[in-house]
C-alpha cells in the first residue's frame, strides 16, 4: 500500500475488498480531488452499454481513476486511447510485449481479451470535468469464474509466470500520470506515432457496428481526435465511439 501511495502522487487512494463497480462508486461519492478507487471483487462489474465485466475476488485488476481536468469535453475523444498506451508501455516495461490496442477500449494480446477500459463523465462542470477511468485487467483469472466470459481471453500471468498484481498497479499508474500530464498539455495528436504502433486494426479488415447498420471497411488507423479512421470504398471515414461496436472480418 505505501508502495502504492508513493506511485499515486497526488491521488488519493481507496481500497476496498467489495463494491459493486469501481466506476459506480466513484460516480456516487463524487471527488474533490483526483482519486484512485482500487477493488479486490466487483458485484457488478460493467463494459460498455452495460455489458458484465467478469470480476472474480484477488484474482484481476480492478480500478477507477477519478480524474480532474480542465480540458473540454470535445478534447476528451483520445482519452480511452492513451489510457491503453499507457498500459502497454507499463506492461512493457515488467517485460510483457505484443499486447495490442483495439479501438476504441479493448487491450487484447493475440486477439485474446486480456483488459477494458470504460471512461465516462460525472459530477456538474464547475470548476473542471470530473473524468472516471475505468479498468479491469486479468492478472490471474479464478479458474470458475472464467466461463461466464463469452469471449476469448487472457491473463497476464499466461505471458509472464512470475507478475503480481502489485507490480503491475504501481508501473501502470506512474506510467498513466505521465500519460495523463503530457495529454492535457499537448492533446491526443501527439500520440498519434505510439498509437500506430499497437493499432491492432490498423489495414485489417473490419466492420463497424451501429444498432442494425453495418459499414465494411479497412482501418486505416485513428485521427487526431481518436475518431477510428475506416477506410471505405466512397473514401475515409471517422467513427466516433459513442454507439459503435467494431469487429474483424
Ligand atoms: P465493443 O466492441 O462493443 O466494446 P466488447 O465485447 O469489447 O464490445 P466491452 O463492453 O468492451 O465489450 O466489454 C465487455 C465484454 O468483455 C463482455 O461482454 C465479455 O464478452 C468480455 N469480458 C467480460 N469480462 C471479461 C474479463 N474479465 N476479461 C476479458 N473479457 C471479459
Known amino acids: 500500500k505505501a508502495l ?9 487512494l481507496d481500497l476496498r475488498l467489495i463494491t459493486n463497480s469501481t466506476n459506480e462508486k ?27 465485466w467478469v470480476s472474480p475476488l484477488a484474482s484481476n485488476l480492478y480500478w477507477s481513476l477519478g480524474w480532474k481536468t480542465q480540458l473540454p469535453v470535445q478534447q476528451l475523444g483520445g482519452l480511452s ?3 491503453g498506451l499507457a498500459i502497454v508501455k507499463a506492461l512493457n516495461e515488467l517485460n510483457i510485449t505484443g499486447v495490442e490496442l483495439k479501438w476504441p477500449n479493448d487491450i487484447r494480446y493475440q486477439g485474446r481479451k486480456l483488459g477494458g477500459i470504460l471512461v465516462e463523465l460525472s459530477g456538474d462542470m464547475v470548476g473542471g470535468l470530473q473524468v472516471i477511468i475505468g479498468v479491469g485487467l486479468n492478472v490471474h483469472m479464478a479458474s ?7 469471449q476469448e481471453w487472457i491473463n497476464l500471468q499466461e505471458l509472464e509466470p512470475t507478475i503480481s498484481r502489485q507490480q503491475v498497479l504501481i508501473t501502470v499508474m506512474q ?8 495529454f492535457s498539455e499537448c492533446g491526443f495528436e501527439s500520440f498519434l506515432p505510439e498509437w500506430q504502433n499497437y493499432d491492432e486494426c ?5 466492420a463497424i457496428l451501429q444498432g442494425e447498420d453495418v459499414i465494411n471497411g479497412i482501418g486505416a488507423g485513428v485521427d487526431a481526435n ?13 467513427i466516433y465511439a459513442g454507439e459503435v461496436s467494431l ?3
Open 175 to 182: 506510467c498513466l500520470q505521465s500519460y495523463l500530464a503530457h
Open 247 to 249: 469487429r474483424f472480418r
Open 202 to 206: 490498423y489495414n485489417k479488415k473490419v
Open 226 to 238: 481518436g475518431a477510428f479512421l475506416l477506410q471505405t470504398g466512397k473514401g475515409i471515414k471517422p
Open 26 to 52: 466513484l460516480k456516487g461519492e463524487g471527488f474533490a480531488h483526483n482519486k484512485l478507487v482500487v477493488a479486490e471483487y466487483q458485484s457488478a462489474g460493467r463494459g460498455r452499454r452495460g455489458r458484465q
Open 144 to 150: 470458475n469464474a472464467a466461463e461466464a466470459i463469452e
Open 4 to 12: 502504492l501511495e508513493k506511485a499515486l502522487g497526488e491521488f488519493s
Open 81 to 83: 486511447l492513451i489510457v
